[in-house]
């Protein structure tokens, strides 16, 4: 997949997931956490920010980076819930719009910056972030290996490379299965899944 390709995507969805995935209400692509206390979508959703942020330890004083932010849901969660300085970057200068105009809407602008940039190429120095928080984005790499070592060189030393995403169980499908996996990741843009 191409960077333009993944772009061209999220252009011709954005009614789908306005529609269907009420990204005008939670301002999140990804598909939540599911729980007993999170069963309606909206909440999951939110709940997947909580869940993501607990296992990364975030705190109070973290400079963040979003790495693939979508419309900006992860930043504007995190700088709601704790005192942070949130870096959203994405390929898609058309969701960044949006998610510049959420966070002045929410007067978060002073603690969220959006950037276009790869997140597999950032530009930023080394050692510039505690946390690179990956949500459902990773995924569009087509090599996830890249991701890594990008998002290990901007880390600070102790700091935390948090994802969730989609992964394969079995590195070996059943031939059978291999066809509907392609067009399934091709439907989203997705060049593969984590572990190819």
């Given at each position: 997949?191409?960077?333009?390709?993944?772009?061209?995507?999220?252009?011709?969805?954005?009614?789908?997931y306005?529609l269907?995935?009420?990204?005008?209400?939670?301002?999140?692509?990804?598909?939540?956490?599911?729980?007993?206390?999170?069963?309606?979508?909206?909440?999951?959703?939110?709940?997947?920010?909580?869940?993501?942020?607990?296992?990364?330890?975030?705190?109070?004083?973290?400079?963040?980076?979003?790495?693939?932010?979508?419309?900006?849901?992860?930043?504007?969660?995190?700088?709601?819930?704790?005192?942070?300085?949130?870096?959203?970057?994405?390929?898609?200068?058309?969701?960044?719009?949006?998610?510049?105009?959420?966070?002045?809407?929410?007067?978060?602008?002073?603690?969220?910056?959006?950037?276009?940039?790869?997140?597999?190429?950032?530009?930023?120095?080394?050692?510039?972030?505690?946390?690179?928080?990956?949500?459902?984005?990773?995924?569009?790499?087509?090599?996830?290996?890249?991701f890594?070592?990008?998002?290990?060189?901007?880390?600070?030393?102790?700091?935390?490379?948090?994802?969730?995403?989609?992964?394969?169980?079995?590195?070996?499908?059943?031939?059978?299965?291999?066809?509907?996996?392609?067009?399934w990741?091709?439907?989203?843009?997705?060049?593969?899944?984590?572990?190819?």
């Amino acid at each position: 997949m191409t960077e333009q390709e993944i772009i061209n995507y999220y252009e011709n969805c954005d009614i789908d997931y306005r529609l269907v995935w009420q990204i005008d209400s939670n301002f999140s692509l990804h598909y939540g956490f599911y729980d007993a206390d999170n069963r309606r979508h909206k909440a999951a959703v939110l709940n997947m920010n909580r869940v993501l942020a607990e296992r990364a330890g975030v705190k109070n004083g973290d400079k963040i980076l979003d790495a693939g932010c979508g419309v900006g849901g992860s930043c504007l969660w995190l700088s709601e819930h704790y005192d942070v300085q949130c870096t959203g970057i994405n390929i898609s200068e058309y969701q960044l719009i949006r998610a510049r105009k959420l966070a002045e809407k929410k007067k978060l602008s002073s603690r969220i910056n959006y950037e276009v940039r790869s997140f597999l190429d950032t530009g930023f120095e080394d050692n510039t972030f505690d946390v690179v928080w990956g949500m459902e984005s990773v995924c569009y790499a087509n090599n996830k290996k890249e991701f890594l070592e990008e998002a290990y060189r901007i880390l600070k030393p102790g700091g935390r490379i948090a994802v969730a995403d989609g992964f394969l169980n079995d590195m070996n499908p059943e031939p059978r299965y291999e066809g509907m996996l392609k067009d399934w990741l091709d439907g989203w843009a997705v060049p593969n899944l984590w572990g190819q």
